[in-house]
T-cell receptor, first 113, second 111 residues
Framework: EPEVTQTPSHQVTQMGQEVILRCVPI?????FYWYRQILGQKVEFLVS????????KSEIFDDQFSVERPDGSNFTLKIRSTKLEDSAMYFC???????????FGSGTRLTVV | QKEVEQDPGPLSVPEGAIVSLNCTYS??????FMWYRQYSRKGPELLMY????GNKEDGRFTAQVDKSSKYISLFIRDSQPSDSATYLC???????????FGEGTQLTVNP
C-alpha cells in the first residue's frame, strides 16, 4: 500500500538552529500538508500546499516556518530558528484530492535543546 | 467552547465487546468527518471517512454522523487486542483544507 515517508524519524537540534524535515508524499497525490503534535496534546494543522504554493496556513505557521517542494517527489518543512516550544512530532500528509481523507507519515520527532 | 470535543478516556473493554467512540463539535461548517487510529509514536492512520450526515460501514467499523446534533460516532464490533490505540476524530469544512482534530480517546482491548 502506498505510504508517506518522513525522514529523519528523530532529530535533536540546539535552540536557534535551522532544521529541515523531509517528506516523500504518495506519488500521484496533489495536496500536501504539515501537522504537528506536541506531547500529550492534539494534532494541530500547520500548512497545506497545492500547485507549488501555500493554500492555507494556521496561526502557528509564522515567519520562522517555510515549506518547499524542491523537486517532483520531496516536500520539506524548514524551521529557521528553532525554539524549545517547537519540540513536537511533525507529521507530513498528502491526498489525491482535497475532499479525500489524508494519508499521514509516521512523523519526525523534533527535540530542541 | 472547543471546536471539537472528544473524551480522552482511557477506555478499557474486554475482547469481543462493542466499542463506541464519540466526538461533538461546534462548527456547523464542518462537512467532512474522519476517524483516525494512532498507535504510540506513530502517525494517524485513516480508518473511516464520511461526508455530511449518515452512516458508513467498513468491516467491523461503523461511522455515524448526526449533523443536527453536531455529533459523530465510531463503533467497533468484536473488538480485538490489536484495536488498542488512540482514536482521533477529525473534521474539515468544505472550503478549507485544514483538519481539526479531537484530543483522541485511548482505547485498550483486554484479551
Amino acid at each position: 500500500e502506498p505510504e508517506v515517508t518522513q525522514t529523519p524519524s528523530h532529530q535533536v537540534t540546539q535552540m536557534g538552529q535551522e532544521v529541515i524535515l523531509r517528506c516523500v508524499p504518495i506519488s500521484n497525490h496533489l495536496y500536501f500538508y504539515w501537522y504537528r503534535q506536541i506531547l500529550g496534546q492534539k494534532v494541530e494543522f500547520l500548512v497545506s500546499f497545492y500547485n507549488n504554493e501555500i493554500s492555507e496556513k494556521s496561526e502557528i505557521f509564522d515567519d520562522q516556518f517555510s515549506v518547499e517542494r524542491p523537486d517532483g517527489s520531496n516536500f520539506t518543512l524548514k524551521i529557521r530558528s528553532t525554539k524549545l516550544e517547537d519540540s513536537a512530532m511533525y507529521f507530513c500528509a498528502s491526498s489525491g484530492f482535497q475532499w479525500e481523507g489524508y494519508t499521514f507519515g509516521s512523523g519526525t520527532r523534533l527535540t530542541v535543546v | 467552547q472547543k471546536e471539537v470535543e472528544q473524551d480522552p478516556g482511557p477506555l478499557s473493554v474486554p475482547e469481543g465487546a462493542i466499542v463506541s467512540l464519540n466526538c461533538t463539535y461546534s462548527n456547523s461548517a464542518f462537512q467532512y468527518f474522519m476517524w483516525y487510529r494512532q498507535y504510540s509514536r506513530k502517525g494517524p492512520e485513516l480508518l473511516m471517512y464520511t461526508y455530511s450526515s449518515g452512516n458508513k460501514e467498513d468491516g467491523r467499523f461503523t461511522a455515524q454522523v448526526d449533523k443536527s446534533s453536531k455529533y459523530i460516532s465510531l463503533f467497533i464490533r468484536d473488538s480485538q487486542p490489536s484495536d488498542s490505540a488512540t482514536y482521533l476524530c477529525a473534521m474539515r469544512e468544505t472550503s478549507g483544507s485544514r483538519l481539526t482534530f479531537g484530543e483522541g480517546t485511548q482505547l485498550t482491548v483486554n484479551p
